[in-house]
């Protein structure tokens, strides 16, 4: 098989070229003023002593339970968005669903990963109010983007031998994807669920800054009241909660993706 051939030396040159002019014109439509640009670094050490020198961990029991309300929200949202997106992820992989089928699941998981957590939650606000609920559904609707793209392509690198066995069997559609795909496709869609789960969180906490509730919500109004003492308990809590989060979820989806390696080895 002979190997592609490669780019020619003006190609390469005006893609460099093209590359550096976006790039000059991205700084350029910015208007950063320079002059306050200095003065970063004196701000933030001035904010970081005002957060942290002295926290007021008297806030620290409500910010402890609007941690969970955001921690609940990226549950729920994370649940809602794995039932909707595994039986569409099935229907949207080559071999399971007609062309016509898959080309929409496709193009519908695109459209919802290109539209952020926090557009979906304002449009869904006008139906359920700023609730924590308003907030988990537009987890979930995201994320049923990004699960149904991560799941459609983790099918379409199993191993075809498990599925034209049970075709060969005579299996059906369903047979053959409950049989042959599943338990291949099982371990990386928990591992995928797990790390959904870790984005949830940390975007719980960002759709609390327009009111939907969690530790967000709290962010935002004393952040808005210069109560920086609190702010910093705050934030040392979502950090502390995240990083663990992280840390459970990580040790989980390695355990998970060595057994399935192992399992594959010993088949």
Do not use: C
Not at 104 to 109: H, V
Not at 119 to 136: D, F, R
């Amino acid at each position: 098989m002979s190997l592609p051939a490669r780019p020619s030396r003006l190609v390469r040159r005006l893609l460099v070229v093209a590359v550096t002019a976006v790039v000059v014109l991205a700084f350029w439509s910015v208007e950063i003023s320079w002059g306050r640009l200095a003065d970063l670094p004196s701000e933030v050490v001035r904010y970081l002593w005002l957060m942290f020198s002295a926290p007021d961990w008297s806030a620290l029991p409500e910010a402890l339970w609007q941690t969970w309300r955001s921690v609940a929200m990226a549950w729920l949202g994370t649940v809602l968005g794995v039932l909707i997106a595994t039986p569409l992820s099935l229907w949207s992989a080559r071999g399971h669903a007609p062309a016509p089928v898959r080309g929409a699941l496709r193009f519908l998981f695109g459209l919802i990963r290109a539209v952020p957590e926090i557009i979906i939650a304002i449009i869904i606000l006008s139906v359920t109010g700023l609730t924590p609920l308003t907030g988990a559904l537009a987890l979930a609707v995201n994320g049923v983007g990004t699960l149904g793209k991560w799941g459609y392509e983790s099918i379409e690198g199993i191993d075809r031998g498990p599925v034209e066995a049970v075709r060969a069997a005579g299996g059906n559609g369903v047979e053959v994807l409950r049989w042959g795909v599943w338990p291949q496709a099982l371990p990386e869609f928990l591992a995928f669920w797990l790390y959904r789960f870790e984005i949830n969180v940390r975007s719980s906490a960002v759709l609390g800054l327009i009111g939907v509730g969690g530790i967000g919500d709290m962010l935002t109004s004393y952040t808005q009241y210069r109560q920086w003492s609190v702010v910093g308990v705050l934030l040392i809590v979502v950090v502390v909660v995240t990083v663990a989060i992280d840390a459970v979820s990580g040790a989980l989806r390695r355990r998970i993706m060595e057994g399935a390696r192992v399992r594959a080895v010993e088949s």
